[in-house]
Structures are given as structure tokens and as C-alpha cells.
Antibody, heavy 122, light 106 residues
Framework: EVQLVESGGGLVKPGGSLRLSCTAS????????MGWVRQTPGKGLEWVSS????????YYRDSVKGRFTISRDSAKNSLYLQMSSLTAEDTALYYC???????????????WGQGSLVTVSS | DIQVTQSPSSLSASVGDRVTITCRTS??????FNWYQQKSGKAPKLLIH???TLYGGVPSRFRGSGSGTEFTLTVSGLQPEDFATYFC?????????FGQGTTVQI
């Protein structure tokens, strides 16, 4: 069974940093592109970032470029999102997601974690 | 950014009904289009990818159609477990944008 388990969320002050982690199991992690999607009641679902299986291609939405860094460690079956210079606009539930097609990045997501809540507030 | 406009935002239906949800994109996304179902307090689940292809394990009462800029999700014979929020998403061009969601309620 595919499982994605996020951790690392919490309350952080504006301008602060936070690192989200996602531990994957039940599939060949090193063969799939992975990503992060966030959700808020106001803005709905927003794709944030994706990384291909060997980390040679990395993608971000414009609003997080230069502030967020996605990375992965296949030895640990883990995906990370390092977030810095956080603002209230980054407050959201962050989902770790798996790209559907093994070996490709298609930006359709067939498995989602349960989400990790990030709240940016003073 | 490609805008994805989803309608309606909510609808009321009964078990056994056929419901249709529509999404329009601000430019052509060909068939790079997906549908998800989200139940309260849970993560979204992929229903349909590439506009018309049913994801594995998804009941055949779900059907996706369309290409270019207009897409439709049809649920034929609504079941109690189908009452949920549905999102569409374009996967053609970054940023990979989602519709605002349609809540299907009893």
C-alpha cells in the first residue's frame, strides 16, 4: 500500500523558516516524481513544487521561487520542502503528492499524504 | 497563468441522479486535464487523468470528457459515497492550476 506521511508543520512567525518532510512507503520512491500541493479555504488547491526521480529537474510556482527548496533522499525514501521568508500567504495545509506515471513528470497526482499544516502568524 | 473556471460551485442531488460538473480553461490544455474527489477532512483522490481516462479502481459511473478548453465530469447513478467536493486541474503548463471545486451535497 502506498503511503505518504508528512511532518514538520507548525506555527512560524512571518519571515521565519520551516522544513516539511514526507516519508514514502509501499512503492519504488526513486522511480517517481514527487511534489507538494497546498490547500487553503480561500485559494483552494495550489501546486507548489515538483522534483523528478533523480532530482535533475525541479519546478516551482513563481510565488515560492527563491524562498522554497524541494529535495529528496532516495536512501531515506523521503521528500523535503525547505521554506524560508514565510508570509501569511504561505499559511496552508501542505500535501506531499506522488506523480502518477513512473519515470515521468506529468503533474497529475495519484497519491496524497494526509497533509501538514503550516501557519504563518505573529 | 492558465485560469481554470469550475462550475457550479455547489449542487444538490439525490442518490441515483446524474450530475455534471464543468471546467473551462483560459487557454487550450489539450487533454492534459484531471479530476479529483475530496471528502471532508481527507486528501484529494485522483479520479480521471488525461481528460477521459479513469484512474485504476475508480467506478465506471465516473466519466470525463472534453479537450482544449472545456471539460466535463459526469457521475451517472450517484451513490451515497459520491457526496464530496470535486476539483479539476490542468497539467499542461506551469503553474498547474486547479478549479475552485464543486461540492455535491444531498
Amino acid at each position: 500500500e502506498v503511503q505518504l506521511v508528512e511532518s514538520g508543520g507548525g506555527l512560524v512567525k512571518p519571515g521565519g523558516s520551516l522544513r516539511l518532510s514526507c516519508t514514502a512507503s509501499g512503492f519504488s520512491f526513486s522511480s517517481y516524481s514527487m511534489g507538494w500541493v497546498r490547500q487553503t479555504p480561500g485559494k483552494g488547491l495550489e501546486w507548489v513544487s515538483s522534483i523528478n526521480p533523480d532530482s535533475s529537474y525541479i519546478y516551482y510556482r513563481d510565488s515560492v521561487k527563491g524562498r522554497f527548496t524541494i529535495s529528496r533522499d532516495s536512501a531515506k525514501n523521503s521528500l523535503y520542502l525547505q521554506m524560508s521568508s514565510l508570509t501569511a500567504e504561505d499559511t496552508a495545509l501542505y500535501y506531499c503528492v506522488r506523480d502518477r506515471l513512473m519515470g515521468y513528470t506529468r503533474w497529475d497526482f495519484d497519491h496524497w499524504g494526509q497533509g501538514s499544516l503550516v501557519t504563518v502568524s505573529s | 497563468d492558465i485560469q481554470v473556471t469550475q462550475s457550479p460551485s455547489s449542487l444538490s442531488a439525490s442518490v441515483g441522479d446524474r450530475v455534471t460538473i464543468t471546467c473551462r480553461t483560459s487557454q487550450s490544455v489539450y487533454t492534459n486535464f484531471n479530476w479529483y474527489q475530496q471528502k471532508s477532512g481527507k486528501a484529494p483522490k485522483l479520479l480521471i487523468h488525461d481528460a477521459t481516462t479513469l484512474y485504476g479502481g475508480v467506478p465506471s459511473r465516473f466519466r470525463g470528457s472534453g479537450s482544449g478548453t472545456e471539460f466535463t465530469l459526469t457521475v451517472s447513478g450517484l451513490q451515497p459515497e459520491d457526496f464530496a467536493t470535486y476539483f479539476c486541474q490542468q497539467s499542461s503548463r506551469s503553474p498547474y492550476t486547479f478549479g475552485q471545486g464543486t461540492t455535491v451535497q444531498i
